[in-house]
């Protein structure tokens, strides 16, 4: 698979793999031996770069990650993330990017992945009770000590990524990128093209979406994450077919799944771009991994931008109190 460039020398397969469905948000955990055989085969396919956190199960699939990849540790770049903790109840609800948590949880999270160095350590989201100056400061003590190769940002703004910038250089930003999502194209990916910084975008497929997967009808079990996000109820899934039709028709054109139309658009944006899709099944996998092969002509991106650039998305991304934490 072909290579990109990130920020500040982290090369990486051009689509990375999101591991986060497998243990967690969007239904029951997959069994281990079956979520090890696809972490398995994404690498034996290719892919180089795999994206996970302690905030996943939590920490199971930090672990998952972890005994999968342990046998090839050296050929692939793990990316994790801090900055949750939890809050009097139990639950992941509460931002703790504290220096000194910051350093627990790099710890804790190189003993789960298997592994003496995090190659990517984000903050999952950025924390207002601390000063971005001193996560910054922090992860730069973890990389003089060897425990982290580079720094990255989730769904930080613009105006904090120039910030840690001039204490840290910031090797990647992460934030949902999609042609149902492309809020990035506004301020985020001109200063990451600015500064160097590379943008990976999760949720590629905008949750499966995208996929045409999923109708109205689509009834997801109790413990799905989507259960919670005002662009998956009912009404704005049947609002938002209109999009997915669309696209089928462009994928079909081009004798292609509306998935890997989808995935070649995200790559011919920016070169620097890295979308990490997820998967529990290895049909779905080898169906991803061909969207890295399919070239999208100057022609093709016009007639897809004529055609989705318009059409109205119903339903905000995530619900208020989730939304407070974006953009930041």
Not at 49 to 56: K, M, N, Q, R, S
Not at 254 to 262: G, K, L, S, V
Not at 314 to 325: C, I, N, T, V
Request: a negative charge; one cysteine or more; aromatic letters at 8%.
């Amino acid at each position: 698979m072909e290579k990109r460039a990130l920020g500040y020398g982290l090369k990486v397969s051009a689509l990375g793999f999101g591991c986060m469905g497998l243990s967690a948000e969007f239904g029951p955990p997959t069994e281990k031996s079956e979520a090890i055989k696809v972490i398995r085969t994404a690498v034996e396919r290719g892919v180089t770069l795999f994206d996970t956190a302690e905030a996943y199960g939590p920490f199971t699939n930090e672990q998952l990650v972890g005994e999968a990849l342990q046998p090839v540790r050296n050929e692939v770049v793990i990316a994790t993330k801090f900055g949750w903790a939890a809050d009097a109840n139990g639950k992941w609800s509460a931002l703790d990017s504290r220096p000194a948590h910051i350093k627990q949880v790099a710890d804790a999270s190189l003993t789960r992945l298997r592994t003496d160095v995090i190659d990517l350590f984000y903050q999952h989201r950025v924390d207002d009770k601390v000063p971005i100056e001193d996560v910054a400061g922090a992860v730069k003590d973890l990389i003089q000590q060897g425990k982290v190769k580079h720094f990255g940002l989730s769904e930080a703004s613009a105006a904090t990524i120039r910030r840690v910038h001039t204490v840290l250089p910031v090797a990647a930003m992460q934030s949902e990128y999609s042609l149902w999502h492309r809020e990035p194209e506004a301020e985020i990916l001109p200063t990451l093209e600015e500064l160097g910084i590379g943008f990976v975008p999760f949720s590629p497929l905008g949750k499966g979406f995208l996929t045409g997967a999923i109708d109205e009808k689509t009834q997801f079990t109790s413990d799905d994450f989507r259960n919670i996000l005002p662009r998956f109820d009912p009404e704005s899934r049947k609002a938002n077919r209109h999009l997915v039709d669309v696209l089928g028709e462009i994928a079909q054109s081009r004798h292609a799944t509306r998935a890997q139309i989808a995935l070649a658009w995200l790559l011919a944006q920016k070169p620097w771009i890295v979308p990490i899709p997820g998967t529990t099944k290895l049909h779905r996998l080898e169906e991803n991994l061909a969207g890295a092969d399919l070239t999208l002509t100057a022609s093709d991106l016009d007639e897809i931008q004529r055609a989705l650039g318009s059409i109205p998305i119903h339903g905000a991304r995530y619900p208020e109190p989730l939304a407070k934490l974006v953009g930041r």
